[in-house]
């Protein structure tokens, strides 16, 4: 993927990538009644992107979702990451995650991320996920959808790039 000024994956950001990740035992979503994308056992990931976001959230997101070791192991610790586990991430963008809700009773939705890029940098985490070894599953950018899982404990983190580190 380019750096350029017109790139889905520029430098320029300043808010983060919303995600809130779940562990299932399996997850798919369908359009229209048509399935759309499917997962056995791995991740459901719900994004949300905001206005500013580019290329270092997209990448640290994919990163994060990668190397978290979430799956237990053989001694029933949370020690395996998504790939070592035998899973996949199932991709859905959720722009109610990036909403304001702390003024009245309407949420705001002024600082997602209009759909043209937010569409670009859904495609770009898929992308880096699969750069990064993953199968990936996506959902229908724009599309309303019905998401079906089985959470897996539940397991359930919500991520914020703003906040990630170590990568």
Not at 15 to 21: A, D, K
Not at 95 to 115: E, N
Not at 123 to 135: H, I, K, N
């Amino acid at each position: 993927m380019g750096s350029g000024p017109e790139s889905p994956l520029s430098e320029r950001e300043t808010q983060s990538v919303r995600t809130v990740l779940q562990r299932v035992r399996r997850a798919s979503v369908r359009v229209r009644g048509e399935v759309v994308g499917e997962i056995e056992s791995g991740l459901l990931a719900l994004v949300g992107i905001a206005a500013d976001d580019g290329a270092g959230q997209v990448r640290a997101t994919a990163q994060k979702i990668r190397g978290l070791r979430i799956f237990e192991d053989q001694q029933g610790r949370m020690n395996l990451d998504v790939v070592q586990a035998g899973g996949a991430v199932l991709v859905v963008s959720q722009f109610t995650l990036v909403a304001d809700v702390t003024g009245g009773r309407r949420p705001s939705f002024s600082s997602a991320a209009p759909a043209e890029r937010a569409s670009e940098l859904m495609l770009a985490l898929a992308t880096e996920l699969r750069d990064l070894g993953v199968p990936v599953a996506e959902g229908r950018f724009g599309a309303s959808m019905e998401v079906e899982l089985i959470n897996d404990g539940p397991v359930t983190f919500v991520l914020e790039t703003a906040d990630l580190t170590d990568c």
